[in-house]
């Protein structure tokens, strides 16, 4: 199944934490696996990630999502959105992320979009 992100109002290049740490040139991404993926300026407009996601249907029915992007334990996994600043040498150095939980997605449009319906 794909699973597309997509993100609105980004809340801009420069962010000051309440440590006063300033970061002056913010990005957001996936994190697949332990790595920040497909930055994005935090300044952008739009943001958009497309995502392969793979699902189980276990024995109860419950469903169980898999793949690079995927962390998280059995029943409780989610993807990652990633916030760092790219320093001198372009790194990406992280200081956010946000759990996108996929058991909260409506199990019925997981099934249309498995089977290709949707």
């Known amino acids: ?25 913010v990005r957001v991404g996936v994190q697949i696996r332990k790595d920040p993926e497909e930055l994005i300026r935090a300044d952008a407009d739009t943001a958009r990630w497309e995502l392969d996601v793979t699902v189980a249907t276990g024995p109860d029915d419950s469903l169980d999502f898999q793949g690079p992007a995927v962390h998280g334990k059995r029943g409780d996994r989610f993807l990652y959105l990633t916030w760092g600043n790219i320093d001198g040498n372009g790194d990406f150095d992280m200081f956010r992320r946000a759990k996108l939980m996929l058991n909260r997605i409506d199990p019925g449009l997981v099934h249309a979009a498995n089977d290709g319906t949707h």
Do not use: K, Q
Request: charged share 30%; proline share 4%; net charge negative.
């Open 1 to 25: 199944m794909r699973v597309t992100i997509e993100g609105y109002e980004l809340p801009g290049r420069t962010f000051c934490d309440s440590n006063g740490d300033a970061y002056d040139d």
